[in-house]
Structure formats: structure tokens, C-alpha cells
């Protein structure tokens, strides 16, 4: 029996978008214009803005969803949540029936359906397996970008010119030679630039609302999440060393990291998850005027097993968005969106091999 385990040390979250809409568009020729032509112009609509919505699955998403395809197609009125008809022509010329609709679809109801057709999602209580995930958090307190510095690069060229007269009195003759120099500059330029740089710090009270997150996240996917603590009896470094290691350095160490994995061995959980989200400062939205904030996660999965750690799964540097009108929920918002980015990248990836 698996135990769950959650080791969160870092994310930044938010309210995510809990839907996406997406436009199709149909066209239904007819012998006869009725209302059943209409209606069945608007199931077809539905159809095609599904198909579009799965061709944005990654990899894995669409290797588990050609596995269970039907059982989506059974629950899709369920996870089409609304509709709504942009525009509908009916060319009685031509006795074609032409709509536009748009579609909003439960990203959490599909998230949900994964959950539920995976091994995990199978299993009773005590039985999942234990997931770990070690995020930590980081905040952008400064943020310093640096200008691009002009460079003049200059050239000159001598050169030198003879001038040749000649004059006669119609008794003597005269030749002069005389040498003028001529310099020619030019002028160009370059531009060097640096990299902008960023001073992180870790904000305990985010810390906790991303466990928060996480944790649900875990449970929602299947998995029963434990806490990092539990790691410091076996070796684990403490969070709070982990939280300075991380406001000093990009990335934790090597040495660090292996003392995390190991712990995780030692005290017999299955997977752990070890990244960062940061959230960058906070920005107005030029097109809606709104707080804007940025969150990059990433992570790497491992499983652990016969006393090593393989790597299983791994979410690459991913940037999602806040948007509010208060700074807060704007980075609530981000949050949530670097969780569900994350476990959803992640249990796509387990799925696909069989792993969960």
C-alpha cells in the first residue's frame, strides 16, 4: 500500500480560469429549413469545438485521451458547460445553414475525468499512491533592468593628394608640386546588453497558501499528500534552510537536492516533486487596465524506488498570468494557474506510462 506524499515548499497561485471558450463554426445544407436543422448545426458546432479543444492537449494528455476517447464523448454535455451563438446565416439559395457558436469548456470537469480513468483515480482510500512535491515559492521583490549601452566605434583615413601647376612668361617656365591631406572619419556603432536581474525573497504567508493548493491538487489527481516535515527525520535539510538556499541561488543545489531524495527514500514515500514557481512584480494590463501578475513553474518528478530516484516526469519552465483588480488576487490567480499547470503537465506524464 502506497502512501501519498506532498512535499511543497513553493508555489504562487491563484483563482485559475476554470473554463476555456473556444469559436467553431458549421455549415449544414438542408432540404427543407427547420428548427431540427438548426439544432443539429449547434450539436455539430459543439463537436468541432471539442476537437479543437483536444488538439491543444500536450502528449501525454492526447495518448490518454485516444485510450478513454469514448468515455469523454459519454460526459462531453457534461463538460460543456455553455454555449453561446455568435452569428447563424441560412442561405435559402443555396439551402445551406451556416453558425458560429462559442464554447465553454470545464478545463476542471477534464482534469476531473483524467483523474478519474487513471490507476489512482481506481483505487480506495489508503491505497494511492504517495506524491511529494517540494515547490518552492519565490517572490520578486526587485526587479532591475538594464538599458542597452551604445558603444561608438570610430575609423579615420589619411590620405594625401598631389596638386600639379604649371605656368610660363613665354621665357621661363614654371612647375610646382605641392601635397594636401585629406582625412576621412567614419563613425558606427554597437549595443551591449545585459541580462535584467531579479532579487527573490520567500513570503511564508504565500508558502502556506500554495501547500494549501497543492495539497487539493494531489488529493484531486488521486494521491495522498504528506508533509515535508516528515523528511527532516531522515536527513532533509530544514525548510528554513531550504527557503535561504533558494532566495541566494537560482536553483537549490546539487548536494541539497540529493539530501531531499534521499530523505524520501529513507522514509518510504513513492514520488516526490522537487521546483519553483516564481511570481514576478506586479504590472498593469494594457488591455484590460487590471493587475497583471507572471508565475514561471517548473519541476522534476521522481519516482523512488529500490533505494534509487529516477526521473518519471518534469514540467519545463512554463509562464502563466494573474489577472485582478487588486495586486492579491491577481497572484492568487497566478498561483492557482502555476498548480494546475504543473499537476496537470505531471499526472499526464504518469499516465502515459502506466506509472499511477
Known sequence: MLRNLLLILVFLAGTPAFASD?????????KTFNSEVRAQAIERAKETAWKKYTSRFNQAQKSNYKAHQNEF??????????????????DTGAKIFKLAIRVSIDDTGVNALFADLSTAGNQGLGQASDFGSVLIARVTVQSQEFKARPVDISSSQAEQSINESSGTDGVNSLESTGTKTVTRKESGGSVTRKRAENSFDIDEGVQEELNSIMGEALVNAGFEPLEYFELTDFGAPEMEDVYLEMTDNATLKGSTIKAIRDAAVEAGWSFLAIGNVDIDAPLQDPATGLVKIAA??????????????????????????????????????????AASKAMETVVAQLQKKGIR
Do not use: F, H
Open 22 to 30: 473556444i469559436d467553431a463554426t458549421v455549415s449544414i445544407p438542408y
Open 73 to 90: 464523448k459519454r460526459n462531453l454535455n457534461e463538460l460543456i458547460v455553455d454555449y453561446q451563438v455568435i452569428q447563424e446565416k441560412n
Open 296 to 337: 514561471q513553474v517548473s519541476a522534476k518528478v521522481y519516482m523512488l524506488t529500490d533505494g534509487r530516484a529516477r526521473t518519471v516526469a518534469s514540467v519545463r519552465a512554463t509562464q502563466v498570468y494573474g489577472l485582478d483588480e487588486t495586486q492579491q488576487a491577481a497572484q492568487t490567480n497566478a498561483l492557482n494557474a
